[in-house]
């Protein structure tokens, strides 16, 4: 399996608090991704990583923001949270440019919950 | 618009027949396909994948089918057993736009139930 980890695991908190999820790796990859999973909607991305400090949007990117300050570590924010943020996360990495395939391995996932 | 759709919510296989999963695309900038399977409170694991020069790759009990001009891959898993129970993702991307971005888009997903 890949080395991903993803903090913490479970959460609840409340409406319009400030929520971080955490993103580790020990694969070295360059491109790192944050998707949430929702009934009827399939892994949908949030934002991805193409190298440290570099980041852009995917296709559900409102509500949330990222950090890449080292290449292990990948952060997904919620500023305020709201009862619509309420998922699965995942975080998943893929070596990217380079590499013979686009494969993308996942973490566990985080559920988050908000009330 | 989704760009890939998995048609079936849902499908139900004795033990020992074959499951044939099914996934359409829309975007013909698509050249590499995966399959993925996911349990229950588990990230998705990837499971095969196909390069669009290619029209079938296996591996053990896992064949997917490519149909280019149908623009159709399917999931073949021959015998099927209680433990491939599980909802398998549909994903591809468009290596040769050149992007540099490396996304995956994602069907819906289908959940796979094997009757003992």
């Known amino acids: 399996d890949a080395g991903i980890t993803q903090s913490p695991r479970h959460k609840v908190t409340e409406t319009g608090t400030p929520v971080t999820l955490r993103c580790h790796q020990t694969e070295n990859h360059r491109y790192m991704y944050w998707y949430r999973q929702d009934p009827g909607h399939g892994l949908r991305l949030i934002h991805y990583s193409y190298g440290v400090k570099d980041t852009d949007k995917g296709e559900v990117s ?14 997904l924010t ?3 949270a709201t009862s619509s943020q309420t998922s699965v996360y ?3 990495i893929s070596e990217g440019e380079g590499s013979l395939s ?12 908000v009330l | 618009d989704q760009q890939v759709k998995q048609n079936s919510p849902s499908l139900s296989v004795q033990e020992g027949r074959i499951s044939i ?18 349990y229950p409170a588990e990230g998705p694991t990837f499971l095969i994948s196909i390069s669009s020069i290619k029209d079938k790759n296996e591996d053990g ?5 490519l149909n280019k001009s149908a623009k159709h891959l399917s999931l073949h898993i021959v015998p099927s057993q209680p ?3 599980a909802v398998y ?11 540099g971005s490396y996304q995956l888009t994602f069907g819906k997903g289908t959940k796979l139930s094997v009757i003992p």
Not at chain 1, 62 to 75: A, C, I, N, W
Not at chain 2, 61 to 65: A, G, I
């Open chain 2, 83 to 85: 433990g491939d129970s």
């Open chain 1, 90 to 92: 995942f975080c998943a």
């Open chain 2, 21 to 38: 999963l099914n996934c359409d695309y829309t975007n013909s900038m698509f050249d590499y396909f995966l399959w993925y399977k996911k």
């Open chain 2, 89 to 99: 993702f549909c994903a591809a991307s468009a290596r040769a736009s050149g992007a």
């Open chain 1, 62 to 75: 409102d509500g949330y923001s990222v950090s890449r300050s080292k290449t292990e570590d990948f952060l």
């Open chain 1, 102 to 113: 686009d494969t993308q391995y996942f973490g566990p996932g985080t559920r988050l919950t």
């Open chain 2, 61 to 65: 009990r896992f064949t997917v089918f």
């Open chain 1, 78 to 80: 919620l500023e305020s």
